[in-house]
């Protein structure tokens, strides 16, 4: 984690974060919400607004709890940067989402390896306002705790072009939704420049489809709704995962090795 080391509450469930931090997240809210306008989906700026998160200082996860809790009855949970894939999975089918306490320094404005604070909270959070998107979480949860790791590996590439690099067709155009497009300036410039490959969202496909964790991403899937989302599962997703083994992965539109 690149020296990155993880905060640990206090009694009254607050972390700590020091004047540099508060400005490092407050470079980043800026920067971030000024580039994003006209780049991701009405839903997520709205909740960006509905959560009060700002550039004033990093947000306390146990604030985020309390107001997603009385929005959606969604919540966060204050974790390591990276758990278990079943403790991750058992969180989602909770309406929880793990979020991680350490802020990148100045250097790593740009990039970072592991995800922090300010792509879980900003990334991620503001969707957890709206309801549909907060059922396709449970239901994504759910549904990787009952198939178990044989098919829970494969089930997060949906996790992955969705709620990591998802896109919606809007009335004003294409827009971004997943948490590495609105955390990213690279991600985000890409994913709406017209030049990516915009496939419609088939979850067969996206279970057939590779991905690379390192580059931006050189396909994207797009959904009508978040409703959308939450019907994709509403099927047989085990028989779904077994064809989508059976038939093999779709060709790779990036190099394999780094």
């Known amino acids: 984690m690149s020296g990155y080391v993880s905060k640990v509450a206090d009694a009254d469930g607050r972390f700590a974060y020091d ?15 000024k580039f994003l306008q006209g780049r991701m989906t ?29 929005l959606t009855g969604a919540g966060v949970v204050g974790v390591p940067a990276i ?7 058992d969180l989602l ?20 390896e592991e995800p922090d604070i300010f792509h879980e909270v900003f990334g991620h959070c503001p969707l957890l306002t709206d309801p549909d998107y907060v059922d396709f979480i449970e239901r994504f949860g759910k549904q990787a705790v009952v198939l ?20 919606m067709r809007t009335p004003e155009g294409l827009r971004g939704y997943g948490a590495g497009i609105a955390s990213s300036l690279s991600e985000a410039a890409h994913a709406t420049s017209g030049k ?4 419609p969202f088939d979850l ?9 964790i390192d580059i931006v991403q050189p396909v994207y899937f797009v ?11 509403d099927g047989d997703v085990r028989a779904t995962i077994d064809e989508a083994k059976r038939l093999g992965d779709l060709p790779a539109r990036f190099d394999q090795a780094a």
């Not at 990516?196 to 496939?199: I, P, V």
Request: no cysteine; proline share 5%.
């Open 93 to 112: 089918s909770l309406r929880k989402f793990p979020v991680a306490t350490f802020l990148r320094r100045r250097e790593d404005m740009d990039y970072i």
């Open 42 to 70: 009405g839903q997520y700026l709205d909740g960006v607004a509905r959560l009060g998160l700002n550039d004033r200082a990093v947000p306390q996860i146990r604030d985020i709890d309390a107001r997603l809790a009385a």
């Open 19 to 33: 004047p540099e931090e508060d400005a490092v997240w407050g470079e980043l809210f800026a920067r971030q919400m």
């Open 148 to 167: 178990g790791k044989t098919y829970s590996w494969r089930l997060f590439r949906l996790f992955w072009f969705t709620v990591e690099f998802g896109m």
């Open 196 to 199: 990516a490959e915009m496939l």
């Open 83 to 89: 758990i278990p894939p079943a403790q991750f999975f």
């Open 223 to 233: 959904i009508d709704t978040f409703a959308q989302l939450v019907r994709s599962l």
């Open 204 to 212: 067969l496909t996206v279970l057939r489809t590779p991905y690379r």
